[in-house]
């Protein structure tokens, strides 16, 4: 069955599916699913798929009411209450979405997917001492939960003072924004109140590289990896606008610390393979792909980028 944990710090990525699609911003957009759902009503299982698909399709309060009626055959599933939770977190009833998460891990004590998701209620609520706790008890029952690690870094920022809150909800704004030069004008009202905070800094460089000020992109991107110099996102973004300034050894540099930090990234896997084609190292490249679709056997820029090479060498 198909899991849905909380993010609050989503990662959307300039990838191949159009011009733009190599570059990395934080939004939480739903998936959009126009065709009709048809409602299995036998089992709680057909129930919980059928609001994963509604909520899949951004259909919030549809997806919950599928939810409770699987609550009411097992009402004591943990995991129902937290996508209910989850839900109503999307429709901004945080206070609501508290107290369900809450009912998720009292009946799944392990369950660190809720812990996290509990804790970034609290942060939501300003109550930091208690989103501490629950971020605390998700990594201590899952170390290597990056969502909690993450979570846990934000709330830290805060309490300590690196990042005011005023800013943090500004960035969220910011990156829910269609119009770039109204995300300009948000990132940077947080950047006025907090000039180092690395992500609105790769935020509004994304925005900036749309909006075609390349010399601007640059700046703030040079600007968030000196301030964070193992942020993934923004080091693959400085190499992608190297790649397309055909600076391809410093280009092949940056996706390689990513990868480093990040062995299964495929944006920057892809995009390293590409700049391997552009500087004429097509052995390189072809290794990097098939190491792509070794994680991925679907990606399709991978696909396509190992064809051109076998045809190449056919010539």
């Known amino acids: 069955m198909k899991k849905i944990v909380l993010t609050s710090l989503a990662v959307i990525v300039f990838s191949s599916c159009s011009v733009m699609n190599k570059i990395i911003v934080d939004t939480n957009e739903p998936k959009v699913q126009e065709e009709a759902i048809e409602i299995p009503v036998d089992e709680a299982g057909n129930y919980i798929e059928?609001?994963?698909?509604?909520y899949d399709a951004?259909?919030?309060q549809q997806a919950?009411?599928?939810?409770?009626?699987?609550?009411?055959?097992?009402?004591?599933?943990?995991?129902?209450?937290?996508?209910?939770?989850?839900a109503l977190q999307r429709q901004g009833k945080i206070e609501e979405a508290k107290m369900t998460f809450i009912k998720a891990i009292d009946f799944k004590k392990d369950y660190y997917q809720a812990h996290n998701n509990l804790g970034y209620m609290y942060f939501l609520l300003n109550e930091y001492d208690s989103a501490s706790q629950q971020l605390d008890k998700s990594l201590s029952i899952n170390p290597d939960f990056e969502q909690a690690?993450?979570?846990?870094?934000?709330?830290?920022?805060?309490?300590?003072?690196?990042?005011?809150?005023?800013?943090?909800?500004?960035?969220?704004?910011?990156?829910?924004?269609?119009?770039y030069a109204e995300q300009i004008n948000l990132y940077s009202e947080a950047l006025t109140l907090h000039p180092?905070?690395?992500?609105?800094?790769?935020?509004?460089?994304?925005?900036?590289?749309?909006?075609?000020?390349?010399d601007s992109a640059y700046v703030h991107l040079m600007k968030a990896v000196k301030i964070n110099k193992e942020y993934p996102e923004a080091i693959n973004n400085l190499g992608y606008l190297y790649k397309n300034d055909e600076k391809y050894d410093l280009a092949i540099k940056l996706f390689l610390k990513v990868?480093?930090?990040?062995?299964?990234?495929?944006?920057?896997?892809?995009?390293?393979?590409?700049?391997?084609?552009?500087n004429e190292e097509i052995e390189n490249a072809r290794k990097v792909f098939t190491k792509v679709l070794e994680i991925d056997p679907n990606d399709e820029r991978a696909k396509n980028d190992l064809e051109k090479i076998s045809e190449t060498r056919k010539q």
Not at 64 to 86: D, F, Q
Request: charged letters at 25%.
């Open 149 to 179: 690690q993450k979570n846990k870094k934000l709330v830290d920022n805060v309490i300590n003072g690196k990042i005011s809150k005023e800013a943090f909800e500004i960035v969220e704004k910011a990156a829910k924004e269609f119009d």
């Open 50 to 54: 059928a609001g994963i698909a509604y």
């Open 58 to 60: 951004g259909k919030d």
């Open 64 to 86: 919950i009411n599928i939810w409770k009626k699987a609550l009411e055959i097992s009402p004591a599933n943990g995991e129902v209450h937290n996508y209910i939770g989850i």
């Open 196 to 214: 180092n905070y690395a992500k609105a800094h790769n935020n509004i460089a994304v925005a900036f590289y749309y909006e075609d000020y390349q």
């Open 259 to 278: 990868i480093s930090l990040q062995p299964n990234s495929l944006i920057a896997l892809n995009n390293l393979g590409e700049t391997y084609i552009l």
